[in-house]
């Protein structure tokens, strides 16, 4: 009973002292950040300041103010938002049963995994031509480009935690008596949620990356388009504004993202 009494307080002050050490760390990577954005910043200031053709700090947010008063920087980012949304889940719950479907029957690999390979080595980009021929010029075209480029980078990261699976925890369920289903959803599903929170954020960064061609395609608004415009007056602040914005809310983003990854796998260590 003494060492049971003892073992408590122990307990609590180890646990004290691991979330005391995980506080600090989050404020020493937060310092970090902040310290690494203000050091780019000052970098941007002193390349404008030396002559190099790129316009200043406050030029780019006196242009954001004003794209921002008058309504078009709202309009451009609901219609970029919506866009990639839209192509980023439509690729991931397809990704995500194809992915699960390849790694668990090796007869959906066989038929699946060529033409996932083969597409997969094909830019986005490049479907542009025939999604216009074959959609026309609405958003169907500019949501399969982003759809695509999200459901290979997803598809390929489930697929490789279905099959990266340890062996032992498949076999050591079936001793136990599990079935099939059992196995797959007690064992697979949740061993192949890191591997998918993975995909879905390189897929989330394609869609992005994916956003400006994308728009290419007859856009009347989107931040893709506003600095293609931008591009033919040469409006330099505007692009970096467009810049920006995507940065800012691809990061926003993926920290979401990160944030339910590590929710979701508490049970992983990590370094």
């Known amino acids: ?19 005391t050490k995980d506080a600090t760390a989050r404020r020493r990577m937060l310092t970090l950040n902040l310290v690494s954005v203000a050091a780019g910043v ?13 316009p200043s700090p406050v030029e780019v947010a006196v242009r954001g103010w004003e794209l921002l008063i008058d309504g078009t920087l709202i309009s451009d980012l609901v219609a970029s938002l919506t866009r990639v949304l839209v192509g980023f ?5 397809v990704a995500i049963p194809v992915g699960f479907l390849m790694g668990w029957y090796a007869w959906t690999r066989g038929l699946f995994e060529p033409w996932i390979q083969f597409f997969r ?15 026309g010029i609405g958003e169907e075209p500019k949501i399969l480009v ?25 076999n050591a369920a079936r001793v136990l008596g599990a079935k099939d289903a059992g196995i797959f959803l007690r064992v697979v599903v949740p061993a192949s949620v890191p591997f998918i929170l993975v995909g879905m954020r390189v897929g989330l ?10 728009e290419l395609i007859a856009a009347q608004a989107g931040l893709g388009y506003r600095m293609q415009q931008a591009q033919l007056y040469y409006d330099l602040p505007t692009i970096f504004v467009g810049l920006i914005t995507i940065g800012i809310l691809g990061l926003l983003m993926d920290r979401a993202l990160l944030f339910a990854e590590k929710k979701l796998t508490g049970w992983q260590e990590r370094r």
């Open 89 to 93: 889940a439509l690729g991931t719950l």
């Open 146 to 170: 982003i759809f695509l480029a999200a459901f290979f980078a997803c598809v390929i990261s489930t697929f490789q935690g279905v099959v990266t699976i340890d062996r032992t925890l498949i």
């Open 42 to 54: 000052l970098l941007w200031w002193a390349l404008s300041a030396a002559g190099l053709r790129l």
């Open 205 to 214: 960064g394609a869609a992005w990356a994916t956003l400006v061609a994308a």
């Open 121 to 135: 080595t094909i830019p986005p980009l490049a479907i542009i031509p025939l999604a216009i021929v074959l959609l």
């Open 1 to 19: 009973m003494v060492a049971l009494t003892d073992a408590a307080p122990k307990r609590q002050i180890s646990s004290r002292r691991s979330s």
